[in-house]
């Protein structure tokens, strides 16, 4: 099959573009694999790209930034997406054309406002799949409202996590549309697993608000008191630097805990430790998490929505805690810290439970589900079941008006807040 | 200088053991005999004259990856040493890329028995350097004060470490020197404990301040009353650039501001710079 990918900007570091990257590797040795790179603002990813995978970015930013067209607004990328600053009629044109002369298969969307140019200009002899890599819960009903109106035209809609196709299913009304969970994948590591009587607890992400360092490092307070021969180490970098500074000299944990700054390859860092942590107060996914029990690590995590639960298996492979609850945190962090025996045991429980993120099986379940989506849209037995589709506006009819009367009102406030300017 | 751009450079894994040796790895599929080179990084316009040639093995298993083991020999002198592969005669040296460095030995809670001999100790630390090649940072002291802990207090800096390469005797004590040409130093008194391991606590205010001027004071420590003075440093874990790191407060006391830190080459310092 020729399969396409559409992505927001292949050169920059995130989830997505390091899960749409496995992807498109993965499915290169059998197919005729292209990611395409709405924008680019440098000669060469940041990630490694297998060259069998061709790139092709549609504008670049450091030549048509000030292209006339790029600082007009976008119509068709949806104004309510987070991205919609980057977007612009440049970008609307560079799509639609994209679109309209792609030779594929199979399309693939990999953000909201990219799944919305699919369902509206994809090729029609082609699978159009949108992936949603956050979830739906945290969408502004603007965008959900977009988003109902044109999802129906794609074939698949894919989630990270189960609980996010539970969600789709409940609130969306997608006739014909399949939804399906296809979590992340992580690439068994190169190097052997960590030892489970290192002493350092390792976290690794931007540092921005939603990760929730600051708790984090909080509640290592208390680890720190009680043996003060183990390390925190936070890799990343971000905006929140110089605050989670100030509060690790506050607290005086200058010599347990540390900002490591962003590390290249965060395999390396992981194998020094032998507890991962995550305190978000949201994680899609939690990629980070997969990454850290491949190392052998078990993880401590906050139960947020929706990755973390579907992720960990709690005593076996680590831990979940509330939302924002410190004194938990610490807690479990304590108790591996203080229990050697249950963090080899949980050791080993992180290795054997995190094979499932293996490329392997999750790449043959994508290839499943596109090669059937393929066969079925060449035989034209597409959308078969039209009660189903009824029953189905029928049962969401609620969400649809809720978010409509969400999103008056948000336009209205920005109106009103506009005026008193 | 090198010629090559970071796309066409190979990647290099590196792993340090429990012995402290360095064993790095690289895919050459074309190579024949290649070397690794190890090349002291000299200063700014000056001429480059120490490097190593190591000799590349091919690794049994795996066809055309390559691998060079590192042992107590060749010493490396202190600096840092970027790395090269030579893939034959005829080809032009070209500067690695860092790929996965396996450092967890290192890491300061799986702590390896220092490299010692007739008392000078040897670290080597493979790293990223800041335009993203693979270099080797090293550090070669005879006498060594490991810095272990750093507690900062309104009035001063309190250091926990272990003395190595040295002995404590009477007269020991923490000398701190003004950089720069015969800067004035003081003494603070320092505590021998078991096994090398001191503490003392540096007073702020016996350090001389002058009025609108920054200064750096290095720390040392002397083993005892007629012994040279060695360095306080942390050397002896995984992290290479320490300074942005292990960061610690800032007192302020009269109008000056005093700033216990890690220089650029993981030395202990206090600088003492005006206040607002």
């Known amino acids: ?421 | 200088m090198s010629q090559a751009t970071v796309e066409e450079a190979p990647r290099v894994d590196c792993r340090v053991d429990g012995e402290g040796r360095l064993r790095f790895e690289l895919e050459l599929p074309e190579a024949t005999a290649p070397q690794l080179l190890l090349r002291l990084r000299p200063k700014k316009g000056e001429e480059e004259t120490t490097g190593h040639a190591v000799e590349l093995v091919e690794v049994e298993e795996t066809p055309g990856r390559w691998r060079a083991e590192i042992g107590p020999n060749p010493r490396l002198r202190e600096g840092r040493w970027d790395a090269y592969v030579l893939a034959d005669a005829e080809r032009p040296r070209l500067r690695l890329l860092p790929g996965l460095r396996d450092l967890r030995a290192l890491a300061p809670t799986a702590p390896v028995a220092p490299l010692l001999s007739d008392g000078v100790l040897r670290v080597r630390l493979p790293y990223r350097t800041k335009d993203g090649f693979l270099a080797v940072r090293a550090w070669q002291r005879a006498g060594h004060a490991e810095v272990d802990e750093v507690r900062p207090t309104p009035e001063g800096v309190t250091v926990r470490g272990r003395l190595l390469g040295a002995e404590f005797g009477p007269g020991a004590a923490a000398v701190l020197r003004r950089r720069g040409k015969e800067g004035p130093e003081r003494e603070a008194a320092l505590e021998p404990g078991e096994d090398g391991t001191f503490t003392f606590t540096a007073d702020y205010r016996a350090l001389p301040t002058e009025a609108g001027a920054t200064a750096v004071w290095n720390v040392f420590v002397r083993p005892a009353a007629d012994a040279r003075p060695v360095r306080a440093a942390r050397l002896l874990d995984d992290v290479a650039d320490r300074k942005a790191v292990f960061v610690y407060p800032e007192a302020t006391l009269g109008s000056s501001v005093f700033w216990p830190y890690f220089t650029i080459d993981n030395d202990l310092s206090i600088q003492v710079s005006p206040g607002d």
Request: proline share 7%.
């Open chain 1, 1 to 421: 099959m020729r399969i396409s990918f559409l992505l927001h900007n292949a050169y920059g570091i995130g989830g997505t573009i390091r899960t749409t990257f496995n992807l498109a590797e993965a499915l290169v040795p059998r197919h005729e694999v292209e990611i395409i790179s709405i924008l680019r603002h440098r000669e060469e990813p940041n990630f490694s790209l297998d060259p069998r995978v061709r790139l092709r970015p549609l504008v670049d930013l450091r030549t048509e930034r000030d292209d006339p067209r790029h600082l007009r607004p976008a119509r068709v990328f949806p104004a309510a997406e987070y991205r919609y600053s980057q977007y612009s009629a440049l970008t609307d044109e560079r799509i639609a054309h994209c679109l309209a002369t792609l030779e594929a298969d199979v399309v693939i969307g990999t953000r909201p406002g990219l799944n919305v140019h699919l369902a509206l200009q994809g090729p029609r002899e082609a699978v159009l799949v949108g992936q949603e890599h956050l979830t739906l819960d945290n969408h502004p009903p603007g965008l959900r409202n977009e988003m109902r109106r044109v999802y129906p035209r794609l074939d698949a809609l894919t989630t990270v996590t189960h609980a996010d196709a539970a969600t789709y299913q409940r609130k969306m009304r997608l006739p014909g549309v399949r939804v399906e969970a296809l979590p992340n994948s992580v690439p068994p590591p190169a190097l052997p697993p960590a030892d489970p009587n290192a002493k350092i607890v390792v976290a690794a992400g931007r540092l921005v608000r939603v990760k929730r360092y600051d708790l984090l490092i909080r509640s290592f307070a208390r680890v720190a008191a009680e043996r003060p021969d183990w390390q925190l180490r936070i890799y990343g970098k971000g905006e929140e630097r110089d605050r989670l500074r100030a509060l690790i000299n506050e607290l005086g944990l200058y010599n347990n805990v540390f900002l490591m700054g962003a590390a290249p390859a965060m395999e390396a860092e992981w194998v020094k430790g032998s507890i991962g942590a995550s305190t978000s107060s949201f994680e899609p996914f939690g990629m980070t998490l997969v990454e850290a029990m491949r190392c052998g690590l078990p993880v401590v995590s906050t139960d947020c929505p929706h990755g973390p639960a579907e992720i960990i298996t709690p005593g076996k492979d680590g831990r979940l805690v509330p939302v924002g609850d410190q004194h938990a945190l610490g807690e479990a962090l304590l108790d591996l810290v203080q229990n050697d025996q249950l963090r080899a045991s949980m050791s080993q429980g992180a290795l054997v439970n995190s094979r499932r993120y293996d490329p392997v099986p999750i790449i043959e379940q994508a290839e499943r589900l596109f090669t059937e989506l393929h066969e079925v849209k060449a035989s034209g037995r597409r959308r078969a079941s039209l009660g189903a589709r009824v029953g189905a506006r029928l049962v969401n009819r609620g969400h649809l008006v809720r978010d409509a009367a969400f999103a008056a009102a948000v336009s209205t406030m920005r109106t009103v807040r506009r005026s008193n300017r």
